[in-house]
Each structure stands twice: as C-alpha cells, then as structure tokens.
C-alpha cells in the first residue's frame, strides 16, 4: 500500500537529500539542466542560477578523455539508464569522484521528456585515506609495512648494509623510485589524492622489497628510496619489471600518463661497494640513473 504524500514534502524530500539530484530537459540536443537540488550545489560548489540552463560536462573540466564519458554519450543517445563513476571537477577546482545515475522520463505517449540524474560523491570509496588527509596533507607514509624516514632507521640500516657489503664483497642495489608526473597528479587531483596516491605506491614498493633484508623509505617528498642485498643484476631486473607492472596494476587513475594510470620510474645502482663508497654517493648515482629513466618515458627504468 503507498501512502499519499504532498507534494511539498515531495519537493522537500529531493531538495534536502544528501546526494545531487538534478532534471535536464531532453528537448534540447545539450541537456541543459532545468532543476538542481541543494545537494546538488553542496557537491560542486556552484549555484543553482550557475547551472541552470547549463550541461553538465563543464564538470569534467579538461578531463574528457575519461572512458565513462562515451558510455554516458551513448546512454543518452538511446534515451537509456545508465551507472557510471566518473571524475568532475568542483567550483574551487578540487576534484571529486562521482557516481552518476542517469534515468530518462517518458511521458504517456512514450516520448523522452527529461533526464534525472542523481549524483553520489564516492570519492573517499575510491581513494580511502582521501577524508582522513583532507587537513593534514603533509602527515607521514605509515603503511602496514616499515616505510621508514630517510633521517631515522634508513640511515642506520643503509649505513649498516653497506658495511656488511663492503666487508663480504657482495651486491648492494640501491633504488629511487617515483611516480611519474607527480606534479601533475597533484595539481589535477589535490594533495589529499596525491598523498593517498604516494602511500598505495610506497606500500607496494614495500611489499615487493619486503624481505628483511632490505629497507625502504619516503625520500625527496615524492620518491622512494630501496637498498637491496641479495638479488643477481637480472634477478633484480625481473624484480623492477613486477614491481612496475604492480604498480600499473593499482589502477590509480592519472590522466597526464599515457597510460591513463600511475605509472613509476625506477633508477637503479647495483654494485660490490669500495671500501671508501658512501651511502650518499650511491642515493646520488641511484637518483643520476632515475633522471636517465625518465629521459627515456614514462614506465621504465634504468640500471647502471
Ligand atoms: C540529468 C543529467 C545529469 C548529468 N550530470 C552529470 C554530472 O554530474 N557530471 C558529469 O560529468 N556529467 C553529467 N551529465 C552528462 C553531461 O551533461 C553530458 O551529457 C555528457 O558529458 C555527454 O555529453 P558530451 O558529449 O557533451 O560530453 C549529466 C547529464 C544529464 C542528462
């Protein structure tokens, strides 16, 4: 049995809910929007005399080649429903994922009258730690596995590692590892996203050299330094290819890559250290030999 309900609460209801609500007029080829409700305004940051009578695209600002797009077009076109989750953009710029429902509204004749749309920010689903870094964007890496800084426990252990190379005539690999256009992903995505972007690939990097003895840590802000003992020149060749296809496997959404993903560059110097080698000429080499990677693109590495 439906209970009746009046109008007004109706209205009230769609305008104090949580999420964007919104009606486009499916008469005009561009969908201009001819209702937004205040969720609407909250998400994006932009009054309703703003949007009205405006599509929605603007709300994907530069980021169109999103693959979302095209199943929106085509949803549309065929007067359809339709679930996507896509990236938008708000008034001040900062950018929010967005899980659009889009339902068409036929009248008795069956002519396609309006679009609703209804608009969900999933952004804190999609990047976890997005909400706990919204205030403190700077806060250290601590993932479950030991990332540490470069001024505390690398510097002993590194310092300890090269000592006992120096001492058994065996390998030391040292590693710097950054995600491409980094600054790019910040300045589209904001701090938050990058942060959250930098920890999943300091927490792979991690893993991937998580036997104890190696160590890694946050270093220069936006990279990862590694020193590794035990692995052959092509064992650890084999090891920076995994580690690269992993970190391209996160799927951490990066419109400025070719990729369309977060892509890293690994510098690599692999060695039998000299009795007078120091842990700072070898981070120098590593990082010389991450420039060399990035002179030759995105998702490579170089060894020397
Ligand atoms: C009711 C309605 C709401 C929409 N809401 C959004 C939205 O919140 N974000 C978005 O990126 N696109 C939204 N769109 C889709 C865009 O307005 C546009 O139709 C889509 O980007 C495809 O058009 P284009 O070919 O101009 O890019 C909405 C469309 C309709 C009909």
């Known amino acids: 049995m439906t209970t009746q309900i ?5 209205a009230q209801a769609v305008d104090q809910s949580n999420d964007g609500i919104t ?20 998400l ?6 703003e949007l009205l009578g405006k599509s929605c695209h603007f709300l994907q600002g530069t980021d169109t080649n999103q693959p979302e797009i095209t199943l929106l077009r085509d949803a549309l076109q065929q007067g359809k429903n ?3 989750t896509l990236r938008n953009y708000r008034r001040d710029g900062s950018m929010f994922w967005n899980e659009l429902s889009l339902s068409p ?6 002519t396609l009258t309006h679009y609703i749309g209804i608009q969900h920010d999933v952004t804190a689903r999609i990047l976890p730690d997005h909400h706990l870094h919204q205030t403190a964007p700077r806060t250290p890496i601590q993932p479950d596995h030991p990332v540490i800084d470069i001024d505390g426990r690398f510097e002993e252990q590194f310092s300890h590692m090269l000592q006992t190379a120096q001492r ?4 030391l690999s040292v590693l710097v590892i950054q995600p491409d256009e980094f600054k790019h992903f910040n300045e589209r995505y904001g701090h938050a996203a990058g942060h959250a972007c930098l920890r999943m690939v300091g927490e792979r990097a991690a893993k991937s050299f998580g036997r104890s003895s190696d160590c890694i840590a946050n270093y220069n802000g936006d990279e990862f330094a590694v020193v590794s003992t035990s692995d052959s020149a092509e064992g650890l060749q084999q090891h920076l290819q995994k580690l690269r296809d992993q970190i391209r496997a996160l799927n951490i959404p990066h419109s400025d ?9 690994i510098g690599v110097i692999s060695l039998v250290p000299q009795r007078d080698t120091t842990a700072q000429e070898l981070l120098n080499q590593a990082n010389t030999a991450l420039q060399e990677a990035r002179r030759h ?4 590495e170089h060894l020397v």
């Open 23 to 42: 009606i486009a007029d499916a008469s005009q080829s561009d969908w201009p929007l001819i209702y937004v409700n205040a969720g609407f305004e909250r």
């Open 257 to 265: 890559t070719p990729d369309g993903v977060v892509t890293i560059c």
């Open 297 to 300: 693109g995105h998702d490579s």
């Open 82 to 84: 339709c679930l996507v």
């Open 105 to 110: 509204v036929r009248n008795e004749a069956g």
């Open 6 to 10: 009046s109008r007004d609460l109706l």
């Open 168 to 171: 058994t005539h065996s390998l």
């Open 44 to 49: 994006t940051g932009y009054n309703a005399s």
